[in-house]
């Protein structure tokens, strides 16, 4: 996990000083790491796992906004409160900073401080890529990318009926629909629909494989 964390550019000499700083910890699925409107909250690394970063909506419902996969970077350092909650999507470790602790390490090490910024510019792009989805593509071409997106990040495929490439979708129908601007309804069929052209394979609860790659990836490039 180190080479895509934000201290990938660390000496394993100064590496010491970020684990004696930094604090490990195991999350189960459905526990929150930081809460929206937490003060000075936590930042750092996720080592394992999935998160889901949310905002509640002025009728309290919450949405979700963003997905962290492993070596991606939690919270904001410079924050005076959280504004987003972040949860575990899965079972997850991580590594964390007190904030005052996190900014002098980037005193101490130009390399994290230049790797922050790149992941925030970043950050950024996945952003206007995220409107520009909303804005251009089909229910199809959502679901398609959505499912190529979560394969790739899946760190434990399933292999369950003979098919090595399946795996478990940490998230439930409704969260999908969340997460492209869709309804249930539309994520549902949709799923129907690459299972009876013979892309997919729904394998029960929320496990996929992949069947036809060459197809579902032809349809996630279709915009």
Known sequence: MRSSAVCKGVSDADLATFHRIGRRSRVSRGQALIWAGDPHPP?????????????????????IVGLLYPGDFIGQPFAPQAEFTFTALTDAQTCMFA??????????????????????????????????????????????????EMEAAIETPLASEGRPNAFELPLSRGQIAEVLGLTIETVSRQLTKL????????????????IDRGGLEGLAEAA
Request: overall charge positive; charged content about 25%.
């Open 195 to 210: 299972k009876n052209r013979g892309i997919i394979a729904l394998c029960g609860g929320r496990s996929v494989a992949i």
């Open 43 to 63: 930042c750092g690394s996720l080592v394992s796992g999935m998160v889901k970063i949310t905002a509640s909506t002025i009728g309290g419902r919450e949405q």
């Open 99 to 148: 904030q005052r602790d996190f900014r002098r390490l980037l005193d101490m090490h130009s390399c994290v401080e230049q790797e922050l910024l790149r992941r925030m510019a970043h950050s950024l792009d996945l952003a206007r890529h995220r409107m520009l989805m909303l804005a251009r593509q089909s229910a199809g071409e959502r679901i398609a990318g959505f499912l190529l």
